[in-house]
């Protein structure tokens, strides 16, 4: 099993700034890819960005250029740090990993693995 720790959500004013952490436990090897989802009240569950080991990141089109992905892979956890914050970035966000190896000798799993949710709110 592998468990998805979040952490750094809260409320923030437009303009600010906040970082996200979501560090990944259990019994694992490497991890191909890692991300960051966000659902808002009424809408569905949308990518934010997403980053895989080989260094290949996609962001959803609203966050370019404000929003940075970044992993430590020793620590096996995810980033993602976000500036000029909009109140249409309230949301719940969710980190996202797929693609896990469980020991150098095992194969990719094609399960993937949610956090918790931790709540992002941009309000003045």
């Known amino acids: 099993q592998v468990q998805l720790v979040e952490s750094g959500g809260g409320l923030v004013q437009p303009g600010g700034s906040l970082r996200l952490s979501c560090q990944a436990s259990g019994s694992i090897f490497s991890i191909e890819r890692m991300g960051w989802y966000r659902q808002a009240p009424g809408k569905q569950r949308e990518l934010v960005a997403i980053l895989t080991s080989g260094g290949s990141i996609n962001y959803v089109d609203s966050v370019k250029g404000r929003f940075t992905i970044s992993r430590d892979n020793a620590k096996n956890t995810v980033y993602l740090q976000m500036n000029s914050l909009k109140p249409e970035d309230t949301a719940v966000y969710y980190c996202?990993?797929?693609?896990?190896?469980?020991?150098?000798?095992?194969?990719?799993?094609?399960?993937?693995?949610w956090g918790q949710g931790t709540q992002v709110t941009v309000s003045s």
């Open positions: 996202y990993v797929d693609r896990v190896r469980r020991a150098y000798y095992s194969p990719t799993g094609d399960r993937s693995y």
